[in-house]
């Protein structure tokens, strides 16, 4: 099975595509943890990259599909994979399948998570995250033991200043206008699914396991 999963930021993606990886036994994508195991392996396209984000500078995308190539050439997504939060855009979407055509993948199934702009604020609003281990926890959902500290490693708590709520506005609107044609597009393939992302993480989880029956 390969899944693509979309939805804006705080609907769960990553959260869900975890569990969901594990669930079906497939491979988790996700564009951020390739980019962060690249910088921190110090490999050609990391350096390179590390370049643009220490410039304050977003990756570009033609680097960001030469790592996406070189985690589709290894063998754990023979079984399947479920691709986290990329595409963003119709550019992004040929790319992939761009990528996936001499290797005869296709997509199976694209759910989009949409969740209302109330509970997303609400949920990225309230977390906190590790400064030393990079931990998430929220000040109601998933509180520390110790107000302000890990429960891992004890170190100190900050929240992320684009998780400000003004900050998150922003972010939303910028996400729904980039996703808008992307939407369209999986949608006239027929394999796009939309399901609500507003209930409890298990509630949804099952929906989408349900998809892939």
Not at 6 to 21: D, F, I, M, N, R
Not at 39 to 44: G, H, L, P, R, S
Not at 150 to 157: N, V, Y
Not at 171 to 183: F, Q, S, T
């Amino acid at each position: 099975m390969r899944i693509v999963l979309l939805g804006p930021p705080g609907a769960g993606k990553g959260t869900q595509a975890k569990v969901l990886a594990q669930e079906l036994g497939v491979a988790h994508i996700s564009t951020g943890d390739i980019l962060r195991q690249n910088v921190k392996d110090a490999t050609a396209l990391g350096q390179e990259a590390k370049d643009f984000m220490d410039r304050g500078l977003l990756v570009p995308d033609g680097l960001m599909s030469k790592m996406l190539q070189d985690r589709f050439a290894q063998d754990d997504i023979k079984k399947g994979f479920i691709l986290d939060g990329y595409p963003r855009n119709i550019a992004q979407a040929k790319t992939l399948e761009e990528i996936f055509k001499p290797k005869g993948i296709d997509i199976d199934i694209v759910v989009y998570l949409d969740s209302s702009d109330s509970v997303i604020i609400q949920r990225l609003s309230g977390r906190l995250v590790c400064s030393k281990c990079s931990a998430n926890y929220h000040v109601t959902n998933m509180p520390p033991s110790k107000q302000g500290f890990c429960d891992k490693c004890g170190a100190a708590l900050y929240q992320r200043t684009d998780d400000k709520v003004e900050t998150i506005k922003k972010r939303l609107d910028v996400y729904k206008n980039e996703v808008a044609d992307l939407i369209k597009y999986y949608s006239g393939q027929n394999k796009l699914h939309r399901l609500s992302a507003d209930g409890p993480a298990q509630e949804v989880l099952k929906e989408i396991v349900a998809l892939t029956k």
